[in-house]
């Protein structure tokens, strides 16, 4: 079981959603920039929804219901569970977190500049982890379930 984000990790989180709802379709657009330097890893993604822009769009709303909802997960368990679905269908593994983590928070300091203080990148660092904890024991659930005869 992960454990639970601080207090502080959640104010620091919740205080950046302005900056996500402004900024998120270009920290992910700069996130996927990144990411996709590896081809194995852009492999594994729907070429359509990145060039439309969906797929982008899509983890910006993602990310900003996780800082709007640090205080109450909960809410988010039925997108969790979706995204473990997806995550699965696309091959995701553990060892791939890592990679993302590695675009991720660079791309919230390329976008965000001074905004993106060393306090909000350890914090998203926290908030980054303690999601993919979860999502990683939802999609070996889901692959364990698959492996059964």
Do not use: C
Request: glycine share 6%; no cysteine.
């Amino acid at each position: 079981m992960a454990k639970p984000l601080s207090a502080k990790t959640i104010a620091t989180i919740k205080a950046s959603a302005p900056a996500l709802q402004q900024h998120g379709v270009a920290i992910t657009t700069r996130m996927y920039e990144r990411l996709f330097i590896n081809p194995e890893i852009e492999a594994m993604f729907d070429r359509a929804a990145q060039e439309s822009g969906e797929q982008p769009r899509r983890l910006a709303g993602a990310i900003l219901a996780y800082a709007q909802n640090a205080d109450k997960l909960e809410n988010l368990g039925g997108a969790v569970e979706r995204m473990a679905a997806r995550h699965v269908e696309a091959g995701v593994r553990a060892e791939h977190y890592p990679l993302v983590a590695q675009a991720l928070l660079p791309a919230i300091r390329d976008v965000l500049g001074d905004e993106a203080s060393d306090e909000l990148l350890e914090a998203w660092g926290e908030a980054y982890w303690y999601l993919a904890e979860i999502l990683i024991n939802a999609e070996n659930a889901l692959y364990a379930q698959q492996d059964k005869p």
